[in-house]
């Protein structure tokens, strides 16, 4: 079973890349988004994007617990659903794509006041739930500017 949780929580061994993981996983989840998801009926994404977050939860507590830290660098999933998010409705053209990327990594990096303190909540909770308030922002600043755009 450990293979199951390290492989998700990896994000299929993106987490092991030596520089920037965090970075990569977010990028392939815009491709991933951009080949395969885009055009869901949103209740679909939204299923998707849940269950995601279920099992990245627990594989990251899995996985921080297994190594013995709080929020491993090579635990990227957190990321992944993130930028997922974050891309929520966002149309495919690759300015909006390139904005919820930028102002995802930018929040996720930053860790503003309110997203930071997410990061106390014990276990993959912790792990996923600031890279979640980064994505809600990213995703809610992309959808402001392409309002005004």
Do not use: C, N
Request: no cysteine; proline share 7%.
């Amino acid at each position: 079973m450990k293979w199951v949780y390290r492989g998700l929580s990896t994000f299929f061994g993106l987490g092991f890349v030596p520089v920037g993981p965090g970075t990569l996983s977010s990028a392939a989840a815009v491709l991933i988004y951009r080949l395969a998801l885009y055009g869901l009926p949103w209740p679909w994404y939204m299923v998707i994007f849940l269950v995601l977050v279920a099992l990245g939860t627990a594989a990251s507590g899995a996985y921080a617990a297994e190594l013995g830290q709080a929020d491993p660098q090579r635990i990227v999933i957190d990321e992944t659903a993130g930028q997922l998010l974050a891309l929520f409705q966002v149309p495919i053209r690759w300015l909006p794509l390139t904005l919820a990327f930028v102002f995802f990594r930018f929040f996720d990096i930053i860790k503003p006041g309110p997203i930071r303190s997410l990061e106390r909540l014990p276990g993959g909770w912790g792990i996923m739930a600031d890279d979640l308030g980064a994505g809600l922002a990213a995703g809610a600043l992309v959808h402001v500017l392409l309002f005004w755009i």
